[in-house]
């Protein structure tokens, strides 16, 4: 079996508003040259063009994916929400909830991104990929039920893990979120639930502000359930490995999921605009293996890795073609080119021994 690759030209079209960063425009906010939200499409575009150049994309199973429907999406959104959202999306565009702006065709767009995921997560469940990516555009892990916020319109993850649950494919998922940001919304899906394992790494005090603490485990049947590691600024490669070894590993091994889920964000890389957690390209190389590896003795290798955030377009691309080379084994290899100065920015000794203690203490608390 071979990994597949989902992605969609029409996702790259999807369009904010009017921002300078993350700042609406107006009073004293003056407007980028370059215009727009962080997240563009240019990180993705560059990502798969790069895949193009080394060769990576002919290793994969290149596929697109139908929209998500209206009966997938009701799963996890309520009629309410998908309809204003509709509504705006065919009157021109807007904004209905904090920093989630979306131009004409938004929703068509949105549910085109939830499409992907869900036939990723689908292909992966039923077992005719071993292994999967789905370059997914809007992102969704910020996304509640009935709120929109952080780029995030719909919750594809959670529309995923509700559609493979409803047709039959899987039992129980595992959501390993390594984004920078807390994947409040994949929380808030199934924050009473025990059947889904919610595992957020994320830095300490970034987005959202009032979300993402140790002790939030889930309330009702869902208690334990739910993970949260707000990691320090300043992490780093050898922290980031340290977490996922000590803590995120050992959780899935308690849990044994039939699949595990990565909400894939390369925005605690070095150079990333939104984060300071010094990861680099071959922490995500390595944080894939160790997830696959994992897979293979939990749940028959099925994982799957769903584009998240990651605003440096220079360095994205490395960080996201490291993660699928060790997800599909390919030999085609992208060098890093920051490698040498990003080694040099991490954590000295001192200080990479005092993160490794936080999360060891971390770890004492997280026993499922």
């Known amino acids: 079996m071979s990994t597949g690759f989902f992605w969609d030209e029409r996702t790259f079209w999807h369009a904010g508003g009017n921002y300078a960063f993350t700042l609406p425009l107006g009073g004293l906010v003056q407007p980028l040259a370059a215009g727009g939200l962080p997240e563009s499409p240019e990180t993705k575009r560059r990502l798969k063009n790069l895949m193009d150049v080394t060769g990576l994309s002919r290793d994969l199973e290149m596929r697109s994916a139908d929209p998500a429907s209206r009966d997938e999406l009701l799963r996890v959104h309520p009629a309410s929400y998908l309809d204003a959202f509709k509504a705006a999306s065919d009157s021109g565009g807007g904004e209905l909830g904090h920093h989630a702006p979306f131009a004409q ?17 689908r292909a992966v469940a039923e077992g005719s990929l071993e292994n999967a990516y789905a370059l997914s555009r809007p992102p969704g ?5 009935d709120a929109p916020m952080g780029f995030c ?39 009473g639930r ?4 919610t595992i957020s790494l994320h830095q300490e005090g970034n987005y959202p502000l009032d979300t993402g603490a140790l002790h939030d485990r889930g309330h009702g049947a869902g208690e334990g359930y739910n993970l949260n590691l707000p990691l320090p600024a300043g ?7 340290h ?4 803590i995120v590993v050992p959780q899935l091994e308690a849990f044994r999921p039939d699949i595990i889920i990565v909400a894939c964000g390369y925005d605690a890389a070095c150079s990333d605009p939104l984060s300071s957690m010094l990861a680099t390209a ?6 894939t293996e160790r997830l696959k590896d994992a897979a293979a003795r939990l749940c028959d290798g099925k994982l799957v890795l769903v584009h998240e955030g990651g605003y440096s377009e220079v360095y994205v691309p490395f960080c996201g073609h490291a993660a699928i080379e060790a997800l599909s084994g390919s030999t085609a290899h992208a060098q890093d080119p920051m490698a040498v100065g990003f080694a040099r920015r991490q954590p000295n000794s001192r200080l990479g021994a005092f993160h490794a203690r936080m999360i060891d203490e971390m770890a004492q608390e997280a026993r499922l």
């Open 243 to 246: 977490a996922i070894d000590s």
């Open 153 to 191: 319109l719909l919750a594809n993850i959670a529309i995923a893990i509700e559609a493979a649950r409803a047709e039959g494919h899987i039992l129980r998922a595992a959501v390993v979120d390594w984004d920078v940001h807390h994947g409040n919304g994949t929380e808030a899906v199934f924050y």
């Open 282 to 287: 071959d922490t995500y190389r390595r944080m």
């Open 194 to 197: 025990d059947d889904v394992l």
């Open 141 to 145: 892990h910020h996304c509640e039920p």
């Open 105 to 121: 065709g938004g929703y068509e767009i949105a549910a085109l991104s939830a499409g992907l995921c869900a036939a990723a997560v």
């Open 235 to 241: 992490l780093g490669h050898a922290g980031y490995l």
